[in-house]
């Protein structure tokens, strides 16, 4: 008995890994993009939100580290990609305080 059922199964994780690369992208061009408008026009909010893009930036490019470590074969170690996993969440947690803490 056949397993067919009218549609496909894709591999949504390369789709995923694509996105989140051009969600690093777009936030990396307005960073740079707030900068300098921030320069020319004398803002220090438009260069203190570039900051702020930066992290985002920094963070979903974690993210996208993380997804490629945890998609890594099943011979590698359980601990190395726990202790991945849980270095990208500490590392995304103290940027965000740390952003937090320069924007108060």
């Given at each position: 008995?056949?397993?067919?059922?009218?549609?496909?199964?894709?591999?949504?994780?390369?789709?995923?890994?694509?996105?989140?690369?051009?969600?690093?992208?777009?936030?990396?061009?307005?960073?740079v993009?707030?900068?300098?408008?921030?320069?020319?026009?004398?803002?220090?909010?438009?260069?203190?939100?570039?900051?702020?893009?930066?992290?985002?930036?920094?963070?979903?490019?974690?993210?996208?580290?993380?997804?490629?470590?945890?998609?890594?074969?099943?011979?590698?170690?359980?601990?190395?990609?726990?202790?991945?996993h849980?270095?990208?969440?500490?590392?995304?947690?103290?940027?965000?305080?740390?952003?937090?803490?320069?924007?108060?």
């Open positions: 008995m056949p397993h067919d059922h009218g549609h496909h199964h894709h591999d949504t994780g390369s789709l995923s890994d694509r996105r989140l690369a051009w969600a690093v992208a777009a936030n990396v061009v307005l960073t993009a707030q900068i300098i408008g921030g320069i020319v026009a004398g803002s220090l909010a438009l260069v203190a939100d570039a900051l702020h893009n930066l992290n985002d930036a920094a963070s979903l490019g974690l993210a996208l580290f993380a997804r490629k470590i945890a998609r890594r074969p099943a011979h590698k170690s359980a601990f190395e990609k726990s202790h991945c849980r270095l990208s969440m500490v590392a995304d947690a103290a940027m965000r305080m740390r952003a937090s803490a320069t924007r108060g």
